[in-house]
């Protein structure tokens, strides 16, 4: 089962770029790279998805360097209505599709 | 509404109890999921169903009982309630384990006393 590790929390200001980094040591070579957004009393909301290189949506872009081991998520120019909980999902067939979260990254935006 | 909905959204139990949380999802998505969420855990799968009458276990399963006899239904029971299963209780469907996204309800939190 493929391990995530994301910082517990960050700090930014509106209009700034936040870049979470987690780490996927063991990715096996058919696993996804999915993060989810969450606000309290909500349950977590898909945020965007990548195998390799870069992708990117209306919403964030997601680094993925040549050896899959760690990944980036961009918030561009956040605003604070982006404090939330982001977590980082590692996942396939290696793991039989049974994803766990982890404890996320708290990003708290402040004006 | 298209969508997944839980109920209910709050419920208090006394220890020993039977309790069941609802779910029920309008996409006709293969997969369904049971989390439930913890200060310090961020969510642990309690349950997943790949279809109606497949289940399987995930990471933390004892004292839980799932059940799949519709697809659209994916209904929690905790057959004899304990302290310890306080926590809020996400249900989630997906279209397939395929790297497909996992679409959330809004948690049904509870409190066994």
């Known amino acids: 089962l493929a391990k995530t590790t994301q910082p517990i929390s960050m700090d930014s200001y509106e209009g700034q770029e936040v870049n979470i980094t987690c780490s996927h040591n063991?990715?096996?070579?058919?696993?996804?790279i999915t993060w989810y957004q969450q606000f309290p009393s909500q349950g977590p909301r898909f945020i965007i998805q990548g195998y390799k290189t870069k992708v990117t949506n209306e919403v964030a872009s997601l680094f993925i360097p040549a050896d899959r081991k760690s990944s980036t998520l961009s918030l561009p120019r956040v605003s604070l209505s982006d404090t939330a909980v982001y977590y980082c999902l590692v996942g396939g067939p290696s793991n039989d599709y049974k994803l766990s979260f982890g404890a996320g990254t708290t990003v708290t935006v402040r004006a | 509404d298209a969508g997944i909905t839980q109920s209910p959204r709050y419920k208090i139990t006394e220890t020993g109890r039977q309790v069941t949380l609802m779910c029920h999802q309008t996409w006709s998505h293969s997969y369904m999921f049971w989390y439930r969420q913890d200060l310090g855990h961020g969510l642990r799968l309690i349950y997943y169903?790949?279809?109606?009458?497949?289940?399987d276990k995930g990471e933390v399963p004892d004292g839980y009982v799932v059940s799949r006899s519709k697809t659209e239904n994916f209904p929690l029971t905790l057959e004899s309630a304990t302290r310890s299963q306080t926590s809020v209780y996400f249900c989630?469907?997906?279209?397939?384990?395929?790297?497909?996204?996992?679409?959330f309800g809004n948690g049904t939190r509870l409190t066994v006393t």
């Open positions: 063991n990715i096996a070579t058919n696993d996804y």
């Open positions: 989630a469907s997906s279209e397939s384990t395929t790297n497909s996204p996992l679409h």
């Open positions: 169903s790949a279809a109606a009458d497949i289940t």
